[in-house]
């Protein structure tokens, strides 16, 4: 059965969603992200994936008191990404609370920390953040393309025993227009040791069902759920 993984991004230490990685297209949810976190703890799902945008764009942890809080008010396994590009920043986040973090700009800028990072804490506790914009991997928030193929990228940490990788299509990002099907099924078939999880564009429970049919490990959904396509009821089926 598919992990379904409820996102909460954070800016300003609200609850927002962006388009296509956008910050000029954003939309405030919820003013209280521990809120958010406990109705999803209390429908029974597992995990949440924490997002820190203002991390994201500024190359540092800003949203920790958020982890934080949400880690002591709830018993969710939370995966925390945005920002994270030094060891304080590593420390940071755990010591905050996350049981795992995403390591996205800073397996492409410095990838000789993230390979240390995995030898030191395993491909259970570092998820390689893989986010694709026209076929090539974004960084900072997206606001930057590097010269990498996600394919390079995986190819990169293979050897250090990765298990799990974030795989956004930014073109996809909050338009509510379906995941990249065919991108998930390739990534798949090519690193079957890889547990892929499927983010953007996740616009039904039609979606999920397709990617739980492909054996997909994961899917995180965000927009989908909060403009009210998806019912909290829906996403913890996949719990049972």
């Not at 002591?72 to 920043?89: H, M, P, R, V």
């Not at 397996?107 to 990072?117: A, G, I, M, R």
């Not at 799990?164 to 996809?172: G, N, P």
């Not at 099924?185 to 079957?192: F, I, N």
Request: proline share 2%; charged share 25%; glycine share 10%.
């Amino acid at each position: 059965m598919i992990q379904v993984i409820p996102a909460i991004d954070i800016i300003d230490g609200k609850c927002v969603r962006l388009t296509q990685g956008d910050y000029n297209q954003k939309k405030e949810y919820h003013a209280n992200p521990v809120e958010v976190a406990k109705m999803f703890e209390d429908a029974g799902i597992k995990r949440l994936h924490l997002v820190d945008l203002d991390g994201a764009k500024l190359k540092k942890i800003v949203n920790y008191k958020v982890l934080e809080n949400v880690a002591l008010a709830t018993k969710l396994t939370i995966d925390f990404g945005g920002g994270i590009q030094s060891e304080e920043d590593l420390a940071i986040a755990f010591n905050a609370g996350a049981a795992q973090i995403t390591a996205g700009s800073i397996s492409v800028k410095h990838p000789e920390k993230v390979e240390d990072w995995m030898k030191r804490y395993s491909g259970d506790k570092i998820i390689l953040g893989a986010d694709t914009k026209n076929g090539m991997i974004a960084v900072h928030g997206w606001q930057e393309t590097s010269g990498l193929s996600i394919q390079q990228l995986v190819d990169r940490f293979l050897p250090f025993g990765i298990k799990y990788s974030i795989c956004t299509d930014v073109a996809k990002d909050g338009l509510l227009q379906g995941p990249s099907f065919d991108l998930y099924a390739a990534l798949k078939q090519e690193y079957s040791e890889v547990n892929w999880i499927a983010s953007g564009g996740v616009a039904e429970l039609k979606d999920i069902e397709r990617l739980n049919e492909m054996g997909i490990y994961g899917v995180i959904v965000g927009k989908a759920f909060y403009e009210g396509r998806i019912s909290l009821q829906q996403l913890a089926q996949f719990n049972s």
